[in-house]
């Protein structure tokens, strides 16, 4: 597998699944679960080489719903202990690393 040039944008492999997330969250308000698919989008985009505009927007939303990403990540963390914010479509409790 050879490596991008340097200064090469990437095209991230699951863009096209979250470009549609990302639009709707600008357009919706911080329920818990959007909080936690922000948080989990941040985490899959931070410091990936492209994918410039999701990065971009995972920004406007945060300013939109005045948080700072530290925020983000308590109030998640918060919302996770609780529990219950995706429900397993199996048997057993899994956890989704998508």
Request: hydrophobic share 30%; proline share 4%; charged share 35%.
């Given at each position: ?36 698919e ?31 990403e ?19 479509r ?9």
């Amino acid at each position: 597998m050879t490596d991008a040039p340097a200064g090469k944008d990437q095209q991230h492999p699951l863009y096209n699944r979250d470009r549609p997330l990302i639009d709707i969250l600008l357009s919706q308000e911080a329920t818990d679960y959007n909080l936690a698919e922000l948080a989990r989008l941040r985490m899959r985009y931070q410091g990936f080489p492209g994918a410039r505009d999701i990065q971009k927007d995972l920004d406007k939303v945060l300013q939109q719903w005045g948080l700072t990403e530290a925020e983000l990540f308590e109030k998640t963390r918060q919302i996770h202990d609780l529990g219950g914010i995706y429900k397993s479509r199996g048997k057993k409790e899994e956890q989704d690393w998508n």
